[in-house]
């Protein structure tokens, strides 16, 4: 990456950090721009026919990342202009990147017990416990500690999208789990020596570990999977949609109207309700003939 390029990259790094924005947020950013300069050779000075050519490529790129880029872009361009670095905004001229509605993709129950049962060791299975009984997401995951857990009000702490605190009711599949568990430490501490906790990745990877040993080939199941079993099932079950919307730490309605969409089980019960009929085996043109 050129010298102007990798210190307008740390300077937008540094003006997110200042807006508070999740560590998660910053670090896609960072990997979509990176990636965006070394494929097309120049990031500052990019022109708008540059930027439409890289969101508009590989057709094997979803809509979904197409949408992600094009706000990492945005963003980025729009700061270069706000600074003086840049007397223009390509970005403003990028399309709207149209996406279709959303659906789950959720593991099924035997699945889950498939990927607990795969030869998965302990730490692994306690993350698809919270994945699937907590509804957490990997970024929830990897930073559990033993003082979010208050088996007095029977919560569970954790920091959910936009860096906002929650507490969300207590599992008790996980309440169980907790007292198995570091009392004063991470959950998941980091590796060689580090301070802290494993990174989202290290979840994502190891679910990803104990999908595969579980024989489940699917592409479309990631970790993030769990969460959308969690939220299918409590829909399935009956749960309120706003329930189901607390209990995801949505900040909008909208986005929790994915798990409302009717699952392949029930519609198997409702086209099961029609009541078979006798199918005659013949016609019955003959016998009315000689009747005539």
């Not at 390509?90 to 030869?119: C, H, N, W, Y």
């Not at 309120?240 to 730490?249: M, N, P, S, T, Y």
Request: with cysteine; hydrophobic share 35%.
């Amino acid at each position: 990456m050129h010298y102007q390029d990798a210190a307008a990259l740390e300077m937008f790094v540094d003006y997110q950090r200042a807006q508070n924005l999740a560590s998660t947020t910053i670090r896609n950013r960072t990997s979509i721009l990176g990636t965006f300069a070394r494929k097309t050779g120049s990031l500052v000075d990019a022109d708008i026919f540059t930027l439409r050519r890289y969101i508009g490529r590989d057709d094997a790129v979803s809509a979904g990342t197409r949408r992600t880029e094009r706000g990492a872009l945005t963003a980025f361009y729009t700061f270069l202009h706000d600074e003086g670095i840049r007397p223009d905004n390509p970005a403003t001229k990028l399309p709207v990147v149209r996406v279709p509605k959303g659906k789950p993709r959720p593991f099924s129950a035997e699945q889950i017990d498939a990927m607990l049962a795969a030869g998965t060791y302990t730490k692994t299975r306690a993350m698809i416990l919270l994945g699937y009984y907590q509804g957490f997401r990997v970024s929830s995951i990897a930073p559990v500690h033993g003082h979010d857990i208050d088996m007095l009000s029977n919560r569970i702490r954790t920091v959910v999208k936009g860096r906002k605190e929650v507490r969300l009711p207590l599992h008790p599949v996980i309440a169980a789990l907790a007292l198995t568990m570091p009392l004063d430490d991470y959950w998941f501490p980091a590796r060689q020596g580090r301070g802290g906790h494993i990174h989202s990745t290290s979840v994502t990877d190891l679910i990803t570990k104990a999908k595969k040993r579980a024989g489940i080939t699917d592409d479309k199941l990631t970790p993030h999977s769990l969460r959308h079993s969690f939220g299918c099932d409590l829909v399935e079950e009956g749960v309120d949609i706003r329930v189901v919307q607390e209990l995801l730490a949505h900040e909008n309605l909208s986005t929790t109207q994915i798990y409302t969409q009717v699952s392949e089980r029930r519609k198997d019960d409702g086209i099961r309700t029609l009541t078979p009929r006798e199918v005659p085996a013949r016609s019955g043109r003959g016998a009315a003939k000689l009747a005539a």
